[in-house]
C-alpha cells in the first residue's frame, strides 16, 4: 500500500510522484499487489478514510507481507505526530489501530519528517517499522525516502549476495546515501562546536 501525503510545494510533489514510480517498478518485478493511495482526484472519501478502507480490506491471516508505505511530508506537535495527506492527517495512533488486526508479516516504511514517533505505536511481533528520522523534531524534508526506494531496485544493495535486497539492505544502503547527501551539501550542524546564546541561533 504506497500512500503518498500532500505535497505542499510543486517540487516535493513531483518527488513523491518519482519515489511511487520507483516502488511500481519493484513490485511489478517482485509480482506484488499494489494499490496507491494520495495520487488521484480527490473524492467523497478522503485519503486518511480511503487508507483505512484498504487496511480493512486485507487479509489478516497469511504469509504474505504486507508493506505499507508513507511517502510525504510529517508535523510534531512535542506530543502527537502526523503524516500529512490532502484532507485529515493519519496519527500513529491511528494507525496501529487499523493494524491491529493484522497478524500477517507487516513491514511500515515512513518516509516521510518527523516520522520517529511512528516506530514506538507500531512496533510488534512479526513486524519491520522504519522510519527516516531518529526524532519527532527533525521536520525538515527527508531525502530518505528516495534513496530508499533506490535502494530496493539497486542490485548493489544486495550486500550478503544473496540474489535479493532486503528490508535491512535497503535500510542500511540508503542511510548511508542520505548522510553522503547532507555531509555533501554541507547540511550537517557539528553541535559539539556549536554554542549558543541569545544572539546566535541555528
Known amino acids: 500500500v504506497l500512500v503518498v501525503g500532500a505535497p505542499g510545494e510543486a517540487e516535493f510533489g513531483s518527488n513523491f510522484v518519482q519515489q511511487v514510480q520507483l516502488w511500481d517498478k519493484t513490485c511489478e518485478r517482485a509480482q506484488a499487489k499494489t494499490i496507491r493511495i494520495g495520487l488521484g482526484p480527490t473524492n467523497a472519501l478522503s485519503d486518511r478514510d480511503l487508507l483505512k478502507q484498504a487496511l480493512d480490506a486485507e487479509q489478516t491471516n497469511n ?3 504486507l508493506w505499507l508505505v508513507l511517502i510525504g511530508h510529517g508535523t510534531f506537535d512535542g ?11 493519519v496519527t500513529p495512533a491511528d494507525l496501529a489501530e487499523w493494524l491491529k488486526q493484522i497478524q500477517r508479516p507487516l513491514a511500515v516504511i515512513n518516509c516521510a ?22 526524532s519527532g523534531q527533525e521536520l525538515n524534508f527527508t531525502r530518505f525516502g528516495e534513496y530508499f526506494a533506490k535502494a530496493l531496485a539497486d542490485p548493489a544493495s544486495d550486500l550478503d549476495k544473496d540474489g ?28 559539539k562546536s556549536t554554542r549558543l546564546n541569545s544572539s546566535h541561533r541555528t
Open 79 to 89: 506530543k502527537e505526530a502526523r503524516f500529512n495527506l490532502r484532507g485529515p492527517d
Open 164 to 191: 535479493q535486497v532486503s528490508l535491512l539492505e535497503a535500510f542500511l544502503m540508503a542511510s548511508r546515501h542520505t548522510a553522503e547527501f547532507y555531509k555533501t551539501e554541507g547540511r550537517l550542524i557539528d553541535r
Open 113 to 134: 519528517s518527523a516520522s520517529a514517533p511512528f516506530l514506538s505505536k507500531l512496533s510488534g511481533t512479526n513486524r519491520v517499522v522504519i522510519t527516516a528520522t531518529r
Open 63 to 65: 504469509t504474505a507481507a
